[in-house]
C-alpha cells in the first residue's frame, strides 16, 4: 500500500483509544480523526482531531482529510446512509457478539443474560440495517461461567482489538473481500 489510509474511528463504549492505538501503530495507516465520549476527548487532544459524540461531526468530514475507512465501535446513533457512503474504503463496525446474534445497542447485556460458554466480536461492514452488513471477520474465545459484566468487557476488549489487528493486515494487503468494503 503507497500512501498512508485515513481512518476515522467512532466509538463511545470504551475502546476509542484502544483502537486509535491500534491504528497508528499499523504502517500505513493514521486516525485522521476521532468521534469520542467526552471523557476521550481531552486524551486525544493535541494528538488527533476529536469530536464529541453528541457534535455534528458528519457535516465536518470535508475539514479532516476525507478519510478513506470509518472504523467504529460502540456508537449508539445510527449513521446516515450518506456519510456511510463518503469513505472510498468502506466503513466498518467492531460488534461485541457473533453476529446476527445479539444485533443492536447493547449486545453486551443480552450476552451477560444468556451466559453462553464462548464469546466473540465480528467486524461488518456498516450498511442503512443496523448490524446487518455483511460480516468481514469473526473470532470467539471460551470463557469461565458465570462470568461478570466486567470479565465480559475485559475479553471482548481483548477480542477486539485482536480482530482489528488482523483486519487492518487485511486491508493493508488488499485482501478485504470487495463485496464488503463496497456497497452493492
Not at 465501535?73 to 449513521?79: E, N, S, T, V
Not at 465480528?122 to 448490524?131: C, E, K, L, P
Request: proline share 5%; with cysteine; glycine share 6%.
Amino acid at each position: 500500500m503507497a500512501k498512508s489510509v485515513n481512518v476515522l474511528v467512532i466509538s463511545t463504549n470504551g475502546l476509542a483509544l484502544d483502537i486509535i492505538h491500534t491504528v497508528n501503530a499499523t504502517r500505513s495507516f493514521r486516525v485522521a480523526a476521532a468521534v469520542v465520549s467526552r471523557a476521550e476527548v481531552e486524551s486525544c487532544h493535541g494528538r488527533i482531531r476529536a469530536f464529541h459524540a453528541s457534535e455534528s461531526w458528519e457535516s465536518e468530514l470535508d475539514t479532516i482529510g476525507s478519510p478513506d475507512l470509518m472504523i467504529c465501535a460502540g456508537y449508539p446513533r445510527k449513521i446516515s446512509v450518506d456519510t456511510l457512503g463518503r469513505f472510498t474504503m468502506g466503513a466498518f463496525n467492531i460488534h461485541p457478539s457473533l453476529l446476527p446474534k445479539h444485533k443492536g445497542k447493547r449486545p453486551d447485556l443480552s450476552t451477560f443474560e444468556e451466559q453462553p460458554s464462548a464469546l466473540g466480536v465480528t467486524i461488518h461492514r456498516m450498511t442503512d440495517a443496523i448490524d446487518s452488513g455483511p460480516v468481514v471477520l469473526q473470532t470467539m474465545a471460551a470463557i469461565r461461567r458465570p462470568f461478570t459484566l466486567s470479565e465480559l468487557a475485559q475479553v471482548n476488549r481483548q477480542l477486539s482489538v485482536s480482530l482489528l489487528n488482523c483486519f487492518l493486515a487485511f486491508v493493508g494487503e488488499g485482501l478485504l473481500c470487495k463485496h464488503a468494503a463496497n456497497p452493492g
